[in-house]
C-alpha cells in the first residue's frame, strides 16, 4: 500500500492558449499537511479543482488512495471537505443549516438531528450554540471562517482543501484559524491541502511547503528547507520582494 493519500503526475490544463499546469508532479501523503504558495494566476485552484474532479485535466494522472479518478465516475466527494476563500456560505440559509448541508442534501440525515450535529460540529470550532440560528450576515469575518470550516468537517472527511483562509482576516484571527485548522485536521486524520499567500500561516499550518510557479512544482520541502533554500524563486516570494527572477506586470 502506497503511503501517499494523493498522487499528481505530470499533470496538464490549459484554457484556449493559457497554459495553467505544465506538467505538476505532487504527492502529499497520508495525514499530511501540505501548503501551495505561488502568485495570483498561478494554477494554485486549478490544481484543487481538477483534484476535485471539478475540472478535467489535459493530460496527466491524479490516484486517490491508489485509484485513478480522471476520466472515472468515481464519487470522490464523500471522501473531501472543503474551506472556501471568504468562506462562501449560503445567505438564503441559517448558520446550522450551512454546516449541516451535506448532511442534508446528501446523506439524507434528519434536520433535527442534523441540526444537533451542526451545534457539536459549531462548538468544535469555538463558536456558542445560539450562533445556529444565525443568518451569516450577522456573523463577523472571523466567525464566517469558523462556519466554514465546520462546514468543511461535519462529514469527517479524508481529504481536507483550504483555499486562502486567512484572507481577509487580522493576524491574531489568523492565527486562531489556523490553530482551528490543525486541530481539526489532526483530530480527523485528515490529509491536507493549502494554498495561500500567506507566509505566515503557511509556516504554521504546513508539514511540507511546495511552490507553483510557470505551471510547475519548482520546489518543495519542510519550513526548515524553505528557509534554508538558495532557490532565487523562492526567496523572493516568502521574503515579498519586488526585484528578482519573478517579474510582476504592474
Known sequence: MSENKIEIKNLYKAFGKKKVLDGVDLDIKKGESLVVIGGSGTGKS????????????????????????VGTKKNIHEKMGMLFQGAALFDSLSVWENVAFTLIENKNVARKQAKLEAIRVLRQVGLAPDVADLSPSELSGGMQKRVGLARAIISNPEIIFFDEPTT???????????????????????????????????????????????????????????????????????????????????
Open 46 to 69: 486549478v490544481l484543487i479543482k481538477c483534484i476535485q474532479g471539478l475540472l478535467t485535466p489535459d493530460m496527466g494522472s491524479i490516484k486517490i488512495d491508489g485509484e485513478e479518478v
Open 168 to 250: 481577509g482576516l487580522d493576524p491574531i484571527m489568523a492565527d486562531v484559524i489556523n490553530e482551528l485548522i490543525i486541530e481539526s485536521a489532526r483530530g480527523l486524520g485528515a490529509t491536507t491541502l493549502t494554498i495561500t499567500h500567506d507566509m505566515a500561516s503557511a509556516r504554521k499550518i504546513a508539514d511540507r511547503i511546495a511552490m507553483l510557479y510557470n505551471g510547475k512544482i519548482i520546489w518543495s520541502g519542510t519550513v526548515k528547507d524553505m528557509d534554508k533554500s538558495d532557490n532565487p524563486y523562492l526567496q523572493q516570494f516568502i521574503n515579498g520582494q519586488s526585484q528578482g527572477p519573478i517579474k510582476v506586470e504592474a
